[in-house]
């Protein structure tokens, strides 16, 4: 699709080059050209600028007076196929079990494994793409989805193949990821190694041979699988070709952000609980740190110490974890939002947490994440503002007026 939007009144994440990830200081810093051009060739960015400078053609224009334009959000974390929902769990919470208790009263992930091996692929697809049609709609142009509700070989083979159907039906940047070690199911609740031989010997050659997954995930936590688990997984996970990444410190803190760092995983999630020795170990290394904001919010456990983080000189990315248990929401404007009212970053860093480091934290940085030649043309062209500060201070709200995928504007549901 060829298209030029010109009196873009702020292009926002204008970088000539592809950067790498952006961590401490540099979070700070949001490039953005003011009165600009964008030219969108065979839905690729082909060029942008100063309105002084915009070229001449006959391709179609949008005069995107008093808007602004800005790459899609990069939802680098999901759980976005799941088979139904669990809001009578929300209201037990609300009745006072925490999530602990329900998940040892058969809730939580067991309940949505429950549901979702009895659901068809089909099924599960279509369930599936209404959650993707509606996050696409609040500006997703990139996202991670994990398998992890299945528990059994069929059931997360399932995950994988609808997830690699939704990526070969719609316009998004999709990676997959395996998360069979996401909890132990009853079958082999006294033999939770037997289990990850399962996964290991079982399905791991199926998802290397049919190309399901690009990612292995665990949720390293005190009542699910330990660090030695999360070595073993990881390992396994590289000898089949898939890079690593982690659940960690979401409820306790057991030394999982150490174990991923040794095992070079691309990035560790979650974050909620954070000591000093976890921030040091991160340090100088090529791991991404995840904060889930949307999922603290809704299970009101602490939010990711963003500040003491990037002012130690860390990277942050942010996701939606979207998910039936502890996310019910895919919508990264929350999240956006919600990371600079609670966690107190500000809307620079919070929109490059959620474009660039986003994209490099699901390895897409070098088709999404910033307005930079050669990458696809996914946008947000927002409502009339005055400044980006608008879209996270109007939280609960968005100010998306449409959307772009590879150039082609997405119909309004
Ligand atoms: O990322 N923490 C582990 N997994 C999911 C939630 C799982 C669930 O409750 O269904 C998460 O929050
Ligand atoms: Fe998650």
């Not at 083979?157 to 939704?166: E, G």
């Not at 959620?354 to 030649?373: E, F, H, P, R, W």
């Not at 009339?384 to 590879?406: A, C, E, R, T, W």
């Amino acid at each position: 699709m060829n298209v030029l939007f010109i009196n873009i009144k702020e292009l926002i994440q204008v970088r000539e080059n592809s950067v790498d990830f952006l961590a401490g200081k540099e979070m700070n810093i949001l490039p953005t050209i003011k009165n600009a051009f964008l030219l969108v060739e065979n839905g690729l960015i082909a060029d942008f600028g100063l309105m002084e400078n915009c070229p001449k053609t006959n391709v179609k224009t949008i005069d995107a007076k008093d808007r602004m334009i800005l790459p899609s959000w990069c939802d680098s974390h999901t759980h976005l196929v799941y088979a139904g929902n669990r809001e009578d769990e929300f209201v037990d919470r609300i009745n006072g079990l925490s999530y602990a208790e329900i998940a040892n009263n058969g809730g939580g992930i067991l309940n949505s494994a429950k549901k979702l091996q009895q659901t068809s692929q089909e099924d599960l697809y279509n369930q599936s793409k209404v959650r993707l049609e509606e996050i696409i709609q609040l500006g997703t142009g990139a996202v991670e989805m994990k398998s992890g509700y299945g528990l059994t070989k069929d059931a997360e083979l399932k995950m994988l193949r609808v997830i690699r159907k939704l990526k070969e039906n719609y316009p998004v940047e999709i990676k997959a990821t395996f998360l069979g070690a996401h909890a132990v199911p009853a079958e082999y609740k006294n033999n939770k190694s037997g289990y990850l031989q399962m996964l290991i010997e079982d399905i791991l050659p199926t998802i290397q041979k049919e190309n399901l997954a690009d990612f292995i995930d665990i949720f390293c936590e005190t009542g699910y699988f330990s660090v030695d688990d999360t070595n073993r997984i990881l390992k396994a996970g590289k000898k089949h070709g898939l890079v690593g990444k982690i659940h960690v410190n979401q409820f306790t803190t057991i030394g999982g952000i150490e174990a991923g760092v040794k095992n070079s995983v691309l990035s560790v999630d979650h974050l909620e609980e954070m000591r000093t020795e976890d921030i040091e170990v991160l340090k100088n290394t090529k791991t991404m740190p995840v904060a889930l904001p949307s999922c603290s919010y809704f299970l009101s456990i602490p939010f990711t110490p963003a500040r003491k983080m990037i002012d130690a000189g860390l990277p942050l990315a942010l996701a939606t974890d979207y998910n039936p248990g502890s996310t019910p929401s895919g919508n990264m404007n929350f999240v956006v939002a919600t990371a600079c009212i609670k966690m107190k970053m500000t809307p620079e860093e919070a929109i490059n947490a959620a474009t660039i480091n986003g994209a490099y934290a699901m390895n897409s940085l070098d088709k999404v994440g910033s307005i930079t030649k050669g990458k696809i043309a996914n946008l947000i062209l927002t409502k009339k503002i005055n400044s980006y500060n608008f879209i996270p201070y109007s939280f609960g709200n968005h100010q998306i007026d449409s959307v772009f995928l590879k150039g082609t504007e997405i119909k309004k549901s």
